[in-house]
């Protein structure tokens, strides 16, 4: 597998994400599910959404690049009763690693084996996402990587896919007519991103505000989370875009 540089890997995440939330229609989310799966390395990619839509009753949001046979042949075992990522998955909030999960039971061991067989990979991680609203998805990610590799992969994909599995739920919770609430910031975290765009580092930031270098960097931290930003550009411009940094006392 060809390891590139951290500042290349997070350009990538950077555009990913940008283009999860210029998404304009549901159309689009299949070859953005593509890019994925190139730029990973990716067996597959699927999105799980419950609560997602704007009408009450609707069955889970289902988004795929497994086969229509996979996919066909998973309904008709009702493998969703006794799927561990699932079932698990959609009820707690770290990560899943399929090497982890326990597979004592029959129907559970079925389940991955045939799994493979359709073609998705020797492992998998499962990344939950819960919604303020009581919406829920599950992000399900697999891979063919060797023993060595996975061992390197698998910290890098929970890194990167924690915030593509957060954004991806935004962007189709806005498709499909959810409102998605703007994030608060404190007029601390605004000034410190203000200046940020302006070019300056958090030393320099911390100088013109008064405050320690460790403080701003807090400020900044607190200010990427709330966003959903991989980085300081990307809370900068997602700041941006919705009027956030004109909102100074």
């Given at each position: 597998m060809n390891r590139?540089?951290r500042n290349s890997?997070?350009l990538?995440?950077?555009?990913?994400l940008?283009?999860?939330?210029?998404?304009?229609?549901a159309?689009?989310?299949?070859?953005?599910?593509?890019?994925?799966?190139d730029?990973?390395?990716?067996?597959?990619?699927?999105?799980?959404?419950?609560?997602v839509?704007?009408?009450?009753?609707?069955?889970?949001?289902?988004?795929?690049?497994?086969?229509?046979?996979?996919?066909?042949?998973?309904k008709?075992?009702?493998?969703?009763?006794?799927?561990?990522t699932?079932?698990?998955?959609?009820?707690?909030?770290?990560?899943?690693d399929?090497?982890?999960?326990?597979?004592?039971?029959e129907?559970?061991r079925?389940?991955?084996?045939?799994?493979?067989?359709?073609?998705?990979?020797?492992?998998?991680?499962?990344?939950?996402?819960?919604?303020?609203?009581?919406?829920?998805?599950?992000?399900?990610?697999?891979?063919d990587?060797?023993?060595r590799?996975?061992?390197?992969?698998?910290?890098?994909?929970m890194?990167?896919?924690?915030?593509?599995?957060l954004?991806?739920?935004?962007?189709?919770?806005?498709?499909?007519?959810?409102?998605?609430?703007?994030a608060?910031?404190?007029?601390?975290?605004r000034?410190?991103?203000l200046?940020?765009?302006?070019?300056k580092?958090?030393w320099?930031?911390?100088?013109?505000?008064?405050?320690?270098?460790h403080?701003?960097r807090?400020?900044l931290?607190?200010?990427?989370?709330?966003?959903?930003?991989?980085?300081?550009?990307?809370a900068v411009?997602?700041?941006?875009?919705?009027?956030?940094?004109?909102q100074?006392?």
């Amino acid at each position: 597998m060809n390891r590139r540089d951290r500042n290349s890997d997070d350009l990538e995440l950077f555009e990913l994400l940008e283009k999860l939330g210029e998404l304009t229609d549901a159309t689009g989310i299949p070859e953005l599910l593509g890019r994925l799966l190139d730029i990973y390395g990716l067996k597959t990619v699927a999105y799980l959404g419950s609560g997602v839509t704007a009408q009450p009753g609707q069955s889970p949001y289902l988004a795929v690049t497994y086969s229509n046979e996979w996919v066909d042949h998973y309904k008709a075992q009702r493998f969703v009763d006794i799927d561990p990522t699932v079932q698990i998955g959609m009820r707690r909030m770290l990560p899943i690693d399929w090497d982890e999960l326990d597979r004592a039971d029959e129907d559970v061991r079925r389940l991955f084996g045939e799994a493979k067989e359709f073609g998705l990979g020797r492992r998998g991680i499962s990344l939950p996402v819960h919604g303020q609203h009581g919406d829920r998805a599950l992000v399900s990610i697999t891979s063919d990587a060797s023993d060595r590799d996975w061992r390197y992969l698998r910290l890098h994909y929970m890194r990167d896919f924690q915030m593509l599995a957060l954004h991806m739920h935004q962007a189709i919770l806005r498709l499909e007519g959810k409102t998605v609430e703007q994030a608060r910031l404190s007029p601390r975290e605004r000034e410190c991103l203000l200046w940020v765009a302006e070019g300056k580092t958090a030393w320099e930031t911390a100088v013109i505000l008064g405050l320690s270098e460790h403080t701003v960097r807090c400020y900044l931290e607190s200010a990427r989370h709330k966003l959903g930003a991989a980085n300081n550009t990307h809370a900068v411009n997602k700041a941006g875009k919705v009027g956030l940094l004109t909102q100074l006392p």
